[in-house]
């Protein structure tokens, strides 16, 4: 079994870090608050503090490849959002360079990066993980399609992490449902729904999942990680209501289309999702 060291224990990293240690790891977490980690390490779970900078990089590093070294740590899972909701986001490649530079002083033998279908443009077609890339952000011209700022924020952590020499794995996920996240919650808050855009989404079991199959079977893949069979918007979230029995209304349904992410390469590759469609992932 592997020594694992989670950076970020979050809605994800929290219980993937007690997956792991049921499987047999040794896993220590960070958060970035000295409250945050003591909650987490009254869970058994050792957890350290830590928070990148981008004003003291070097001394970042350090920090961070001493906690590597003192946890022993042979894989390092960067599950940390990029926080483009809170208005932030423009540090996230730097933030990952720092993971990167870390990570090779510290010898670790896989990084596993937590992405997201972020990357992809608002293209109403079946993407692959070869219609995003950081090649195709600096090559874009009027024949390609068009990347957000958030995209190239995420293609160029990715690429840094391509770039870093180490063996990597790199998932993105689409929009997180499950525990304390169930898209009936958000429904509401929602400004409109399609009857012509997929809804792609992926369970946390699934998402915890694809991390553990990373660890055992991935090497330097990019792949995408989103329920293979989905529905429109509009009836996954008229879906999600009546799951929790909601008389809330649905938001105005239009019929925009837009991009339906593809699991495909995922599935090739020997995967095998709990959750076949967005429509059962509702009910768990």
Request: charged share 20%; proline share 6%; aromatic share 8%.
């Amino acid at each position: 079994m592997a020594s694992i060291f989670i950076v970020g224990a979050g809605w994800l990293g929290v219980p993937l870090s007690t997956h792991l240690v049921k499987h047999g790891h040794q896993v220590v977490v960070t958060k970035t608050t000295k409250a945050g980690a003591r909650t987490i390490g009254n869970e058994r779970i050792p957890c350290e503090e830590f928070s990148f900078s981008s004003s003291e990089p070097e001394q970042t590093i350090e920090r961070l490849s001493s906690l590597l070294c003192k946890s022993n740590a042979k894989i390092v899972i960067g599950s940390f959002p990029p926080g483009f909701r809170k208005g932030a986001g423009t540090q996230y490649a730097e933030y990952w360079r720092q993971l990167t530079d870390a990570c090779l002083r510290a010898k670790i033998n896989k990084l596993i990066m937590i992405s997201s279908t972020t990357v992809y443009p608002n293209k109403p077609c079946v993407l692959h993980e070869q219609d995003a890339s950081f090649a195709l952000l600096t090559s874009e011209n009027k024949h390609t399609p068009s990347f957000s700022d958030n995209a190239r924020v995420m293609l160029q952590a990715e690429q840094l992490v391509m770039d870093s020499g180490l063996n990597f794995t790199i998932l993105r996920f689409s929009g997180l449902i499950g525990p304390n996240r169930h898209p009936s919650r958000f429904a509401s808050k929602l400004k409109q729904v399609s009857s012509q855009a997929p809804a792609n989404m992926l369970h946390l079991d699934d998402a915890i999942g694809s991390v553990n199959f990373a660890i055992e079977q991935l090497h330097n893949e990019v792949v995408n990680v989103t329920t293979p069979n989905t529905v429109s918007k509009a009836e996954f979230y008229a879906a999600a209501l009546k799951s929790v029995n909601s008389r809330e209304p649905l938001p105005p349904i239009v019929d925009t289309p837009d991009k339906r992410v593809s699991s495909k390469k995922l599935l090739d590759l020997g995967y095998s999702f709990k959750f076949n469609s967005t429509l059962e992932a509702l009910y768990d």
